[in-house]
């Protein structure tokens, strides 16, 4: 039986699980400034993820890792300042919370203080569930992330699908778990193969939210500058580019540069 679509003028952390029990898709994109944040909380989007992919497309570094803690509070007030809808995530960056507890708390209550954001989300399973106990127990909502943890990259090696392999299989589902029983709202699969990541959604109460993890999940996300095409070197497999900006903006570049060359920018209507 399908269940009527409930307008939330407000998403929490508990319309989200509403919407999961309800059947609901839950749509998330990333978003790093105020402008942007504004057009993709404007257009309906539910989540809006600070991510540490900033570190990658707006810094242009090579890996999410040299992207720091007061970087991601700058980028997260930015866009805790055009929403008005939508629940805002903000990854905290590597190195704020995976060795010590209380490290990872003042990271959170920093981000939280001084951003305005709604909630954090964090890399990896029963290794660094004392920092998640410590920052649940202070309030502060955590998401969730297994898989692909591109903070571990040169632990992997490789952008690869993860937890192809059944040990590495079973275990993300361990921690899944682990996850939905100390308190995490929702989980964030990266790059896994789609039955798996169907499993662990059916197997436990909270969201799931996949990028490249195939659509029996609670949800999707993407980064906000590959499904627009701003992007045109990332093609993975996962990725659907809903327009074509390079191509747009630089033919529209092109054309300013022209007409400022040849005189006819600006004409007489453009002046005072």
Known sequence: MSVAKKDYKRITV????????????????????????????????????????????????????????????????SVVRAVERALVVVDLPFGSYQSDPKEALRSSIRIMKESGGHAVKMEGGSEIKDSIKKILNAGIPVMGHLGLTPQSIYKFGTYTVRAKEEAEAEKLIEDAKLLERIGCFAVVLEKIPAHLAQKVAESISIPVI???????????????????????????????????????????????????????????????
């Open 14 to 77: 508990k319309s989200l699980i509403e919407m999961k029990a309800n059947g609901e898709k839950i749509s998330m994109l990333t978003a790093y400034d105020f402008t942007m944040a504004k057009i993709v909380d404007t257009a309906g989007i539910d989540v809006i993820l600070v991510g540490d992919s900033a570190s990658n497309v707006m810094a242009g570094h090579e890996t999410t890792l040299p992207i720091t803690l007061d970087q991601m509070i700058y980028h997260a007030a």
């Open 210 to 272: 996949g990028i490249g993890a195939g659509g029996g999940v609670d949800g999707q996300v993407l980064v906000i500058h590959d499904m627009l095409g701003m992007n045109n070197e990332f093609s993975p497999r996962f990725l659907r580019r809903y327009a074509n900006l390079y191509d747009t903006m630089t033919s529209a570049i092109g054309q300013y540069v022209t007409d400022v060359k040849s005189k006819d920018f600006p004409n007489e209507k453009e002046q005072y």
